[in-house]
C-alpha cells in the first residue's frame, strides 16, 4: 500500500510559478513510476506528466512541456512538479499518482492517488 499527500497548491498570478510536492508513504517509493493528473470540476481527468522509477523517462502533456518540470527525490520520497508561466487555464486541482509501470500511469490507470491539492492562478 502507498500513500500519497500532495502539498504546494495555492493562488498565483498569471505567469508566476508554483511547485507542488507528492509525498510516499508505504511500500519502496524507488521502485514507482510516479505522475500528476489534474482535473477541473465536470471535466475528465488530464495527464499532465510523468516520471519513471528512476527518474531517467519522463512525459509530459502537449499543454504544459516546456513550462512545467517532473522531478523525484527517491531519499525523500517525494516527486516534484515545478509549474512556470502559470495561465488562468491552469487553475485545476492537481493530483498525484503511483504505478508499478509506467504506461499505466501515464494512462491514468495508477493504483494510487492522493487527494489534490487546489491551483488557482489568477489573471
Known amino acids: 500500500q502507498v500513500q500519497l499527500v500532495e502539498s504546494g497548491g495555492g493562488l498565483v498570478q498569471a505567469g508566476g510559478s508554483l511547485r507542488l510536492s507528492c509525498a510516499a508513504s508505504?511500500?519502496?517509493?524507488?521502485?514507482?513510476?510516479m505522475g500528476w493528473f489534474r482535473q477541473a470540476p465536470g471535466k475528465e481527468r488530464e495527464f499532465v506528466a510523468a516520471?519513471?522509477?528512476?527518474?531517467?523517462?519522463?512525459y509530459y502533456a502537449d499543454s504544459v512541456r516546456g513550462r512545467f518540470t517532473i522531478s523525484r527525490d527517491n531519499a525523500k520520497n517525494t516527486v516534484y512538479l515545478q509549474m512556470n508561466s502559470l495561465k488562468p487555464e491552469d487553475t485545476v486541482v492537481y493530483y498525484c499518482?503511483?504505478?508499478?509501470?509506467?504506461?499505466?500511469?501515464?494512462?491514468?490507470?495508477?493504483?494510487?492517488w492522493g487527494q489534490g491539492t487546489q491551483v488557482t492562478v489568477s489573471s
Open positions: 499518482a503511483a504505478d508499478g509501470s509506467v504506461g499505466s500511469v501515464v494512462a491514468g490507470t495508477a493504483e494510487y
Open positions: 508505504g511500500r519502496t517509493f524507488s521502485s514507482y513510476a
Open positions: 516520471i519513471s522509477w528512476s527518474g531517467g523517462n519522463t
